[in-house]
């Protein structure tokens, strides 16, 4: 007996309705972004590891997908080195290239390599698929979409103001309430001058990135176990702890951090942006635990929450003043967000915010009596498609019971019915799925009522 197919935990397969509702997705962001002036590009799926490994962290380094070599990839290697080397070590002598873990770093890949075709400031939009090798579970999936816009070649913060606004203008297009969560990576770096671990910042930042996935009492443990002393995770908790008004946190954290230059750096960096977007329609919030795990970035941070669906970020990003120099390019600023379209697509799902016209792609289908009423049929159509109405014929001369089972299968609003009555009048029936209600139409009537 043939094993029954499937897919690889954390991929999907999407359904035509699902496609559409993607799209909608897609085409809204995608709008959106080309209204702030940016422009797309695309990289290819898989990347060499030289350029992937080490940016990411550990922990990011551990979810690369590895591609193993093509041809006898076990050829030069030794019995000595499959007993001896670590996994990790193993894998980099038998794969050379991985798929990307965002899209992020090969976009550093490919403004250094283009770097005399671009204008600068670059202004570029990407949206393409990536994969983690991370464990499955309601939200987060191995092969997911993102959908990227970053801006090189400027240290404005005008920048990140931009990018602010286009969050809330895609979220208000899609009706979605969000919080804007915001942190900045230089704040973090003065947190741990002021408890005396400026060495651990990575390890605080690993850590207290995951606050709201595995609670406080882990966080400190996890901290506890990066070598942090108990009077340094005591002195972090009132930090972590902290609520009140935006203005009230940065007060506060003035207070805190005097002396430490680049903590005070980071406050005026968030201050500054907080100050330009008061207009916004979304919640903005600065977020002391707000952390973004990866090791790129250096300034702003921001992650976004939906208000109405538990559901982890559908939206992050941040400034990143080097990441090209890893490549032979360096000083080169960036800022970025990167919204996760598979999420939103669950969260649209979820509080069902599809517009009608998405969920219903065929607007309108002829039922098939036979050669000479589809051959009637068949100019009417070509006239709706030029004025942009999608419509379509059943192929097959079958029972009108299983036509009309198949327009409501795919939630097609009108039928046109062409009989031998309609061909002698010139007419067409046009009947309305939702409420029965039968009208007798010239075509050009049947046109005015499409549209």
């Not at 070599?69 to 193993?90: A, P, V, Y």
């Not at 990135?209 to 009492?217: R, T």
Request: hydrophobic letters at 40%; aromatic letters at 8%; proline letters at 4%.
């Amino acid at each position: 007996m043939a094993q029954k197919p499937s897919i690889p935990k954390g991929t999907r397969d999407f359904s035509p309705m699902e496609m559409a509702k993607r799209n909608y997705i897609f085409d809204t962001i995608r709008s959106v972004y080309a209204l702030y002036g940016f422009q797309q590009i695309e990289t290819p799926a898989m990347e060499n590891l030289s350029t992937l490994m080490g940016k990411y962290g550990d922990e990011g380094d551990k979810l690369l997908f590895k591609i193993l070599n093509s041809g006898d990839f076990m050829r030069d290697i030794t019995d000595e080195q499959i007993h001896q080397d670590s996994s990790n070590k193993l894998a980099t002598r038998l794969c050379e290239k991985g798929l990307r873990y965002d899209l992020t770093v090969p976009f550093a890949r490919y403004v250094v390599q283009h770097r005399d075709e671009l204008t600068m400031p670059f202004r570029r939009y990407q949206i393409q698929p990536v994969w983690r090798a991370d464990r499955p579970q309601k939200g987060r999936y191995r092969e997911f979409y993102q959908c990227d816009a970053d801006v090189v070649g400027s240290d404005s913060l005008l920048n990140e103001v931009e990018l602010m606004q286009i969050v809330d203008t895609v979220f208000r297009c899609f009706g979605v309430r969000v919080c804007i969560k915001i942190n900045n990576r230089k704040i973090l770096t003065g947190i741990a001058e002021l408890i005396g671990a400026a060495d651990k910042i990575v390890d605080i930042t690993v850590a207290i990135d995951k606050l709201d996935k595995i609670g406080l009492d882990n966080v400190n443990a996890e901290l506890r176990e990066d070598g942090l002393s108990d009077e340094q995770i005591e002195k972090l908790q009132p930090i972590i702890n902290l609520s009140g008004t935006n203005d009230e946190k940065l007060a506060v954290m003035r207070e805190a951090l005097v002396g430490i230059e680049v903590g005070q750096k980071g406050l005026d960096e968030v201050e500054f942006v907080l100050s330009k977007l008061s207009d916004l329609t979304s919640e903005l919030e600065l977020d002391l635990t707000l952390a973004r795990g990866l090791n790129y970035y250096t300034g702003c941070i921001f992650e976004v929450k939906a208000l109405d669906v538990q559901i982890g970020s559908i939206t992050g990003g941040g400034r990143y003043d080097n990441l090209t120099g890893i490549f032979g390019m360096p000083g080169l600023s960036g800022v970025g967000i990167s919204f996760g379209a598979d999420r939103i697509f669950d969260v649209l799902n979820q509080l069902e915010l599809y517009p009608e016209s998405v969920v219903s792609a065929t607007r309108l289908l002829f039922v098939n009596f036979g050669e000479a009423e589809a051959s009637y049929s068949l100019p009417i159509l070509a006239k709706l498609r030029a004025a942009g109405i999608p419509c379509e014929i059943y192929p097959d001369s079958v029972k009108m019971k299983k036509q009309m089972a198949y327009a409501n299968q795919k939630a097609i609003p009108f039928v046109a019915i062409v009989g031998e009555t309609e061909m002698q009048e010139g007419k067409v029936t046009l009947k309305d799925m939702t409420t029965g209600e039968q009208r007798l139409l010239t075509p050009e009537e049947l046109l005015e009522a499409m549209r």
